[in-house]
Every structure is written in structure tokens, then in C-alpha cells.
């Protein structure tokens, strides 16, 4: 299928739409989710026009998962979680809602579910908060 060039994270890279950005290196982008499923979630994005992981090259995967690895490190020191869950989608089957290849990153607690999906716009300072946290690790 084809990409939408105005898809959200497309205006997002394009800096059409603002977002919080805790990371960002030459191929991918990390902002945080406005619509948090836990405390400190965190959607990690090539910054190529790239429809979902089924038409990602070798090399953007690989960039995107280093991004999901280095970020997933960063949550669980900053928030103190117990592990780290990483869902990413493929097409409409496959649960895949923006058509923007992308990967949630979700620390997560012992006995405590993620909220569920569509959830609540965050509070915007909280946001900003959270990132303001996360870089400080990345930072270390």
C-alpha cells in the first residue's frame, strides 16, 4: 500500500504538527505519546517515509530497534519499571492505526495493567515533565 505523506508522525518529522522529543539521531526520532497506555511512554519513529515493518529495509529496522533498546534502557532507570513492553503493528489487520512505521515503548510494574487503548490526551506539562526526565538519563 502506499504511504500517506500527511499521516501524524509524517507532520511530526516535518515539524507541521509539535510533539516532546526525548531522542533523535540521523534516521529516528523518539517523542513521547500524548495518549499514554503507563507513565513514561515513549513511540520511537524512523524518520524515512516508511509505511510499517513489512516495507522497512535492514538498515531502518536496525536503526529503529537500536532506538527501542537505548530509549527502553532510559524509561526503566527514570521510572524505576520492572520491565519494558515493545508492540509495534502492521496494517489495518494487524492492529496498525497510523500507517507510519513506529514502535511503543512501555515501562511497565509488577501487577499493574497498561490502560487501555484509546486512552486519555495526558496532561501537557506532565508530558513534558516525563521527557524532561528520560533526556536527563539518555544524557548520562
Do not use: W
Not at 15 to 41: C, F, N
Not at 75 to 103: P, R, S, W
Request: aromatic share 8%.
Amino acid at each position: 500500500m502506499k504511504y500517506d505523506k500527511n499521516n501524524i508522525f509524517a507532520k511530526i518529522l516535518r515539524d507541521d504538527l509539535p510533539s516532546e522529543r526525548v531522542y533523535e539521531d540521523q534516521y529516528t526520532l523518539a517523542i513521547m505519546d500524548i495518549m499514554p497506555r503507563t507513565k513514561g511512554h515513549v513511540l520511537v519513529i524512523p524518520k524515512a517515509p516508511i509505511r510499517n515493518m513489512l516495507d522497512a529495509t535492514p538498515k531502518y529496522l536496525l536503526c529503529c530497534i537500536t532506538t527501542v533498546k537505548k530509549v527502553g534502557q532510559a524509561l526503566i532507570k527514570t521510572f524505576n519499571a520492572d520491565g519494558l513492553t515493545v508492540q509495534q503493528f502492521n496494517e489495518t489487520a494487524g492492529g496498525q492505526v497510523i500507517f507510519h512505521l513506529h514502535y511503543h515503548v512501555l515501562p511497565r510494574y509488577k501487577d499493574k495493567e497498561l490502560t487501555p487503548y484509546p486512552s486519555e490526551v495526558a496532561n501537557i506539562s506532565t508530558i513534558k515533565e516525563n521527557a524532561k526526565k528520560i533526556r536527563a538519563v539518555l544524557d548520562q
